[in-house]
């Protein structure tokens, strides 16, 4: 009949429009774990609709060759701006992560034009912020119940080790093999045959050492536990600006619990988790990156890496206001006096 041909054609057309943006009309749901192609469509989305101020840049391939990539934010300039770098998923199982990334970038884009502070960071400020860092093994933790709570990297085991994956955050090339390691290849925390073995970890570090002198603030997003992590993650090693790193992460952690009364805790790991080494957060602050710093995010444990859908928003509303205090600190340390000469200019 023509009604139920016009019918199936609709149906046609919907699901063509499903595939084709996936995300069309504002329908992506940030309340909901979404899979790595979903994440990419996403990105897309977000860059296509927001020209003025996002752009996308490849910046390193994983080990089953994925481009990694992440959306660089803020107002474009012809000059080198100062930057904050942000990225999640490091690890795969912690799905959450990656859930707070698109809430971030969400939240930003939706607030810039009307909120002068996000404008003000926009002006000033540069987002280079990955999604998805560990994107083979994020893929490999959605494939069945059995890979759900896989960590590390995809890449093979060397020599006679018939294990897979490299623990990304223990490969970085800061204080690397010295504490809170495995050699054993089949460990979750084993840290690689050598520093930078892996690609992931190569493309951060080759980024950040090509941004070194405009990233100012590196915030890396994992969970569980409720903890603001600073440098370093080895016991007798302590940041040069400590003190500092301490204060700045106890505001962030105030933040956090104005919104829904979460707790936080502040610390080096060895102080409030366990001792590490071969981090990012680490290798940012040796490569002089001054406010470095590790979310891990809900829970303590009930639910652990299986956070349920219903506390995506909650734990992600609350983290969002823990990292713009740390961005809003640090953009005010290196603007504030310029803006304060420009205010003054206004009234006179």
């Known amino acids: 009949t023509m009604k139920g041909s016009v019918i199936s054609v609709l149906v046609v057309l919907a699901v063509v429009d499903r595939l084709a943006g996936g995300l069309e009309h504002r329908s992506y749901d940030y309340t909901k774990y979404h899979t790595m192609d979903e994440i990419s469509a996403w990105m897309n989305q977000m860059e296509r609709e927001n020209p003025d101020v996002v752009s996308s840049m490849i910046y390193g391939q994983t080990y089953e060759n994925r481009n990694i990539t ?93 294990c897979f994956g490299t623990d990304l955050n223990r490969n970085f090339y800061a204080n690397w093999g010295m504490v809170g390691i495995s050699r054993d290849c089949c460990s979750d925390i084993y840290n690689g045959p050598t520093a930078l073995s892996e690609p992931e970890a190569k ?55 104005a919104v829904h009364g979460t707790s936080y805790k502040v610390g080096t790991a060895p102080d409030i988790l366990y001792a590490n080494s071969g981090t990012s957060r680490d290798f940012a602050r040796l490569i002089r990156i001054p406010y470095s710093f590790t979310f891990e995010l809900r829970d303590k444990g009930n639910y652990g890496f299986i956070l349920p859908e219903d506390q995506i928003q909650p734990a992600c509303e609350e983290s969002y206001q823990g990292a713009m205090s740390i961005v809003n600190y640090v953009h005010d340390k290196n603007f504030k006096s310029a803006a304060i000469t420009g205010t003054l200019a206004t009234v006179f």
Request: with cysteine; charged share 20%.
């Open 70 to 162: 992440l959306l660089k934010i803020g107002f474009k300039s012809t000059t080198p701006k100062k930057a904050v770098w942000m990225d999640c998923g490091i690890h795969a199982r912690e799905w959450i992560a990656p859930a707070f990334c698109q809430h971030f970038v969400k939240e930003i884009l939706g607030s810039y034009k009307t909120d002068s502070n996000v404008n003000m960071l926009f002006k000033n400020l540069d987002f280079y912020i990955t999604p998805v860092l560990n994107m083979d093994g994020y893929i490999y933790s959605w494939r069945d119940k059995t890979t759900r709570l896989w960590r590390k990297s995809r890449s093979p085991g060397t020599g006679n080790c018939t």
């Open 203 to 257: 493309a951060v570090t080759d980024f950040l050492g090509a941004h070194q002198n405009e990233v100012l603030c590196y915030l890396t997003i994992h969970s569980y536990g409720q903890l603001i992590l600073i440098p370093y993650g080895h016991p007798n090693i302590s940041a040069p600006n400590y003190e500092e790193l301490m204060e700045v992460g106890l505001a962030a952690a105030k933040a956090i619990k």
